[in-house]
Structures are given as structure tokens and as C-alpha cells.
């Protein structure tokens, strides 16, 4: 089963926007990250943020983290055509190595 | 960073026949993982593969289905057996890397696979 939810499940923005995707999950984490996947390819590693972070910058990424309600955030900031893919967050599961479980993930279509 | 390779791309693949995916590492690696992607979903873990020792399964996929061979600590491979159009997905290969403990993991480009 899925570790998480991810909303909103499609986002289409204009070039230049922000896009902002939530991601919930339900067990205690070690860590959370996020992917991107571009039209069904593999997927890129784009963040991690440890369970003691609450807030994580990388270039025009910022991810948030929230424990006391189990959920994060990811903010791409003025948004390029570009940056249309999938996006997934992933946590570890506790104890079982590096098995992850993936949300569901979040359709962002940016427009030129 | 480890670099990925899996063959093939893509395939399309008739009701009942078998398919073998590749996947090479640039690099030794001790876990590698196999996740399936069915149309518009999530990935979903499949199993992973420790070289010398028999592949862990998840709940719901099963080794006479998806048998996994680990001959050394670069390359892997996963075969879909006995294939159905409930098959078709992309199957992709991972590894750890990164900071030990964190478990960020490399994928590789992904096989696409139909099944008619």
C-alpha cells in the first residue's frame, strides 16, 4: 500500500508561477524525499529533508516538513516549461533498509 | 551518483511469452530494487535484490512471476513470466546511494513494456 497522499493529483500553471504539491504520510519517517519524472522515464532525485529539518532550499526548490502532521510540501518557484513532469515523494521504511514508499505523485503541466 | 542502464527501453510483447529486463550499474552496489509503474500510478516496489542470496519479495508479487537473478554487484536482471495485458508497465531498477542511512535512491531510465 502507499505510504502517502499526494494533492493536488494535476497542476497546470503558466510559466513564471509557483507550483507548490503536498505530500502526507503515515508512519514515522528517517527521512523524506522527492522525485521528478519526466513522460514516464526514470526518476530523479531531487531533495531529501531529514525528520529534525523543517525546511530544506535547493536551487529553486523549497521543501517543507511538517512531523506533527505528517506531511511536506514542495515549492518550485517561477516555474519553466521545463518542469512539466511527475513529481513523488518517497520515505524510507522504518527498519527495512532502503525500501521506499512512494505517494502517489502530482502531474505538474507548466505552460510556455 | 550512479549511473543506470536498462535494457530495453521498450518492447511489446505477446499474451504468454516471457520478457527479461537488464539492468547495469556503473558501480558495486549491495541492494538493488525492482519497481513497477502501471499506467498513471505510483511506483510500487517489487522486490530487491542482494547479490548471492535470493531476491525479497513484496506482498503480492511472487518469484515464479517475476524471477530476479544477481549474478554480481553491478548488474541485475527481472523477468516477467507467463505476461498478460495487466502486465503492461514500466519496470525500473534502482540503487542506493548518497549519505549512508538516508537511503536516496538512482533509477535507471525504466523499461517500457506492452503487453498485446
Known amino acids: 500500500s502507499q505510504q502517502g497522499e499526494e494533492d493536488p493529483q494535476a497542476l497546470s500553471i503558466q510559466e513564471g508561477e509557483n507550483a507548490t504539491m503536498n505530500c502526507s504520510y503515515k508512519t514515522s519517517i528517517n527521512n523524506l524525499q522527492w522525485y521528478r519524472q519526466n513522460s514516464g522515464r526514470g526518476l530523479v532525485h531531487l531533495i531529501l529533508i531529514r525528520s529534525n529539518e523543517r525546511e530544506k532550499h535547493s536551487g529553486r526548490l523549497r521543501v517543507t516538513l511538517d512531523t506533527s502532521k505528517k506531511s511536506s510540501s514542495l515549492l518550485i518557484t517561477a516555474s519553466r516549461a521545463a518542469d512539466t513532469a511527475s513529481y513523488f515523494c518517497?520515505?524510507?521504511?522504518?527498519?527495512?533498509?532502503?525500501?521506499?514508499?512512494f505517494g502517489q505523485g502530482t502531474e505538474l503541466s507548466v505552460k510556455p | 551518483s550512479a549511473v543506470i542502464s536498462q535494457k530495453p527501453s521498450r518492447d511489446i510483447c505477446q499474451r504468454g511469452t516471457s520478457l527479461t529486463i537488464q539492468c547495469q550499474v556503473d558501480s558495486q552496489v549491495t541492494m538493488m530494487f525492482w519497481y513497477r509503474q502501471q499506467p498513471g500510478q505510483s511506483l510500487t516496489l517489487i522486490a530487491t535484490?542482494?547479490?548471492?542470496?535470493?531476491?525479497?519479495?513484496e506482498s503480492g508479487f511472487v518469484i515464479d512471476k517475476f524471477p530476479i537473478s544477481r549474478p554480481n554487484l553491478t548488474f541485475s536482471t527481472l523477468t516477467v513470466s507467463n505476461m498478460s495485458p495487466e502486465d503492461s508497465s514500466i519496470y525500473l531498477c534502482s540503487v542506493e546511494g548518497g549519505v549512508k542511512g538516508l537511503y536516496e535512491q538512482f533509477f535507471g531510465p525504466g523499461t517500457r513494456l506492452t503487453v498485446l
Open positions: 518517497a520515505t524510507p521504511i522504518y527498519n527495512q533498509g532502503g525500501k521506499l514508499i
Open positions: 535484490a542482494n547479490q548471492g542470496s535470493e531476491a525479497t519479495y
